[in-house]
C-alpha cells in the first residue's frame, strides 16, 4: 500500500506532508506508518517507516529530523541532522535546503509553517499544554530570527482531536481561563461537571494573535477516524496497550 500524504495550497510550494497511517510496515496496534521511535512499536519498523516518509518528502533518512518532544514551548533552529540526542523541544526551524523538520502526533496539533519569499519552514507539536505555553509563537519568533516575516507565515493545522472527541475536567477549563478569560469561547457543555474542548479552535487563536498571515486546520480529527489516524485518546478508551504516532514534516 503507498503512502497517503496530505497537503494544502497554502503552504505550496513547499515540499511539505501530514502523513496519514496509510502505507506503513508496522502491525497490530501500530498497523501502517508508525513513525514513533518512542513507542513500543519493532525498531525497525519505525526506521522503515520513517525511511519511506524521507523518500516522500525527497530527502535522505538523516536529513528529517525531529526532536524529543516534551510539551513545552521551545522552538529550536535546526540546521543539519543532531549530532547527538535531539533536543528537548517542541518547535523547529530551517533555513538550510534538503532538511525536513518533522513533528510527531496522536491527537495534538502537527502545525507546520511557511515564508515561501524567505525560503524559511517550521514545524510545531501543540497540544494543549504546549499551544497554551506558547510553542506557536515561539516557532514564529524563531522563523523570523532566520528572515521570516509572520506577515508572509502561512500555518496549517494538521489532523488533530476535534472539539466533540475532546472531553475535559473542570480543572482544564479552570487553567485556561486563569489565563484568559476569553478562552471560554473554545469550550462546550458536556454531560455532568464535563466540557468539550475545541484545540485547533484555540490553536488557530494564537496562530491568528500571533500575526500570520493565514492560518486554517486540515478539519481531520484523529480519534473519529481509526482507519486514517492514531489516536492517543482512541487507544485509552479502546484498553490498548500503546498507540502509533503520525508524521508531520515540511522541507525547503
Avoid at 83 to 108: E, N, Q
Avoid at 139 to 151: H, K, N, P
Wanted: negative net charge.
Amino acid at each position: 500500500m503507498s503512502l497517503e500524504i496530505l497537503t494544502v495550497s497554502a503552504l505550496s510550494p513547499m515540499t511539505h506532508g501530514f502523513f496519514t497511517r496509510l502505507g506503513g510496515a508496522s502491525s497490530g496496534i501500530f498497523a501502517g506508518l508508525n513513525c514513533g521511535a518512542g513507542s513500543s512499536d519493532l525498531a525497525e519498523c519505525v526506521t522503515i517507516n520513517r525511511a519511506r516518509a524521507a523518500e516522500a518528502l525527497g530527502v535522505e533518512p538523516g536529513a528529517l529530523v525531529t526532536v524529543h518532544q516534551v510539551h513545552s514551548a521551545v522552538a529550536v533552529e535546526v540546521t543539519g541532522p543532531f549530532a547527538g540526542a535531539a533536543p528537548k523541544a517542541d518547535g523547529l526551524v530551517t533555513a538550510t535546503p534538503g532538511i525536513a523538520l518533522g513533528v510527531l502526533t496522536a491527537d495534538c496539533q502537527p502545525v507546520l509553517f511557511a515564508d515561501p519569499a524567505a525560503r524559511v519552514v517550521g514545524a510545531a507539536h501543540a497540544g494543549w499544554k504546549g499551544a497554551l505555553a506558547g510553542v506557536l509563537e515561539a516557532t514564529v519568533d524563531a522563523m523570523e530570527r532566520l528572515g521570516a516575516a509572520r506577515a508572509r507565515i502561512s500555518a496549517v493545522i494538521g489532523p488533530t482531536i476535534s472539539q466533540r472527541a475532546y472531553e475535559v475536567g473542570p480543572e482544564f477549563f479552570e487553567t485556561f481561563v486563569a489565563e484568559d478569560p476569553a478562552s471560554v469561547r473554545y469550550f462546550a457543555a458536556g454531560t455532568g461537571d464535563r466540557m468539550q474542548f475545541d484545540l485547533p479552535g484555540y490553536g488557530l487563536h494564537r496562530l491568528r494573535e500571533a500575526g500570520v498571515a493565514h492560518a486554517e486546520w486540515t478539519r481531520h480529527c484523529t480519534y473519529s477516524d481509526p482507519v486514517h489516524f492514531y489516536s492517543y485518546r482512541r487507544s485509552v478508551h479502546e484498553a490498548e496497550a500503546d498507540y502509533g504516532r503520525l508524521l508531520s514534516a515540511i522541507r525547503l
